[in-house]
C-alpha cells in the first residue's frame, strides 16, 4: 500500500483521529506500509496534508489539529472498502509484471511508433538517449517540445494501465511537454495525447493515482462507449485521442 491506502485502513480500525506518528506506526506494524525512509512520519504527514490540500472537501482526509488526521465524513462511504483496496494491490503487482515483461521492445516500438507520426506532420524528430522523463525532442517552427512516450496492451480487465515516476515527473514541469499514451489492443492501435497541465489536473482530480508507496503515478485508460476515461467515469479523456492538434507548433 502507498502511504495514504495505509492511513486509510488505520484510521478505518482506529475510528478515531490520530497524529500522522501513530497512523505510520500503526501501518508499519500491521504490515500496511513498507519503506525505507528515515522519516516516515513526516511523509506520512505531507502526503495527508498535501491531499487535503489539493481536493479541499474531495479529500479522504481532515485535518483536526497539528499532524492529527482523520477520515473526511463526507467522503467515507465513497472509500473502496479494504477487500477493495487489496484487489487494487494485486492488479497492481500483475499490471507491473507485465509491463516490466514489455518494457524494452515494446517502449521502444512504442517510442519509433510517435516518431513516425510527428515526422508525418512535419517535425523534426530526435529520440532521447537517456531516459530522463523525456524520450523524444521534436521540432517544429522553431518550437522545440518534450515528449514523454507510455506503451501498453490492453489487459484482462480492458484497461490500459501506465507508471511515472514521479521524479521524472517534476523534473519536467513545463507547457511544452507533452505525455503520448500508445494504447495496443489485439486489432487496434491509439494515441492518447496528454499536455502536461492536463497531466497536472488529474492528479489534482483524483483520476491518476499515487502508486509504489508515493513514488510513482498510475495511469489507467480504459474505453467505454466509444469515449475514454482516466481513472474512472468521471474524467472524459475523449477530447485527447489521436488529436495531434493539441500539440503545440
Not at 497492481?92 to 518494457?103: G, W
Not at 493515482?209 to 475514454?228: L, N
Amino acid at each position: 500500500m502507498n502511504f495514504k491506502q495505509a492511513a486509510i485502513a488505520v484510521l478505518r480500525t482506529a475510528n478515531t483521529p490520530l497524529h500522522s506518528e501513530e497512523i505510520t506506526t500503526r501501518a508499519i506494524e500491521q504490515g500496511l506500509l513498507e519503506t525505507e525512509g528515515k522519516t516516515p512520519e513526516a511523509t506520512m504527514a505531507a502526503q495527508l496534508y498535501t491531499d487535503i490540500k489539493q481536493k479541499g472537501g474531495r479529500s479522504a482526509f481532515v485535518q483536526e489539529g497539528k499532524n492529527i488526521f482523520g477520515l473526511n465524513p463526507a467522503t467515507e462511504k465513497e472509500l473502496p472498502t479494504p477487500e477493495q483496496v487489496e484487489q487494487e494491490i494485486v492488479e497492481e503487482d500483475e499490471a507491473e509484471e507485465e509491463m516490466r515483461a514489455e518494457s524494452g521492445y515494446v517502449g521502444s516500438a512504442g517510442e519509433h511508433r510517435v516518431c513516425s507520426e510527428l515526422l508525418f506532420r512535419g517535425y523534426n524528430t530526435s529520440l532521447m538517449g537517456v531516459d530522463e522523463g523525456i524520450d523524444i525532442a521534436a521540432l517544429k517552427n522553431k518550437e522545440l517540445i518534450g515528449i514523454q512516450v507510455k506503451t501498453a496492451h490492453e489487459d484482462k480487465r480492458g484497461s490500459y494501465p501506465f507508471n511515472i515516476r514521479k521524479k521524472s515527473f517534476q523534473k519536467h514541469k513545463s507547457s511544452n511537454v507533452y505525455y503520448i499514451f500508445v494504447l495496443r489492443s489485439t486489432n487496434d492501435l491509439q494515441f492518447l495525447i496528454l499536455p502536461f497541465h492536463e497531466m497536472e489536473k488529474k492528479i489534482k482530480e483524483g483520476g491518476i493515482r499515487e502508486i509504489r508507496q508515493g513514488t510513482s503515478w498510475r495511469v489507467s485508460v480504459s474505453f467505454h462507449e466509444d469515449k475514454v476515461y482516466i481513472g474512472n467515469r468521471q474524467h472524459d479523456m475523449t477530447y485527447y485521442l489521436n488529436n495531434w492538434d493539441v500539440i503545440a507548433g
